[in-house]
């Protein structure tokens, strides 16, 4: 069974640019999350889509948006991108729905971005 | 505001002795609680949780404690191994749905 699977795993941009993530979860699994990894920070929840619906959503600033397509892919943006937002972004994937859940999350390997 | 706390950042612990890896939270909404471990280059791994009714987990090597009254939860390794050496992650959820809070990590040495 493929991984969560994240494009691209490495990117450069400059200061003002935007950037896309995406996020290909394991098959079958319909709730995508994305974090943000800083250092010295941990893992830092940005969102969670179900079913094409964003369920929950941490606090990042709106330059940080994301969806989820009809067949669970998931892409994330961050618009006029600072030099902060230099981090690790971690997609991860789970089966259970809310209610259900015990907290288990597949992650992929992340996409690491560097602003300058 | 950090709801879940890893206070030691770096714990280094020879090979076959007990790693103890701690983390304290503040939210008593928490229900279940998570250790993730993290090798470079590679996504955070799902180790073992425990859920708030409990006191204790144990799955092979591993073991998590929990201390409702005290708002902490450690991580045991027993033997540790030198594969053991990563980045320790404790998590938390619980009433916002399917979502994580983390603590900022303890990068564990096992030296042979």
């Known amino acids: 069974k493929a991984g969560v699977t994240q494009t691209p795993r490495y990117l450069i941009k400059t200061r003002g640019q935007q950037v896309t993530l995406s996020c290909s979860p394991i098959s079958g699994h319909r709730s995508v999350s994305w974090y943000q990894q800083t250092p010295g920070q941990g893992l830092q929840f940005l969102f969670e889509y179900f079913s094409e619906t964003q369920r929950n959503k941490g606090n990042f600033p709106g330059r940080f948006s994301g969806r989820q397509f009809s067949n669970s892919r998931s892409e994330m943006n961050v618009s006029t991108l600072e030099l902060g937002d230099s981090a690790l972004y971690l997609c991860?994937?789970?089966?259970?729905?809310?209610?259900?859940?015990?907290?288990?999350?597949?992650f992929g390997e992340g996409s690491r971005l560097t602003v300058l | 505001d950090q709801q879940v706390k890893q206070n030691s950042p770096s714990l280094s612990v020879q090979e076959g002795r007990i790693s103890i890896l701690n983390c304290d939270y503040t939210n008593s909404m928490f229900d279940y609680f998570l250790w993730y471990k993290k090798y470079p280059a590679e996504g955070p791994t799902f180790l073992i949780s425990i859920s708030s009714i409990k006191d204790k987990n144990e799955d092979g090597r591993f073991t998590v404690f929990l201390n409702k009254s005290a708002k902490h939860l450690s991580l045991h390794i027993v033997p540790s191994q030198p594969g053991d050496s990563a980045v320790y992650f404790c998590a938390a959820t619980g009433g916002e749905g399917n979502k994580l809070v983390f603590g900022a990590g303890t990068i564990l040495r096992v030296k042979s």
């Open positions: 991860a994937s789970s089966l259970a729905l809310a209610g259900e859940w015990t907290g288990e999350l597949f």
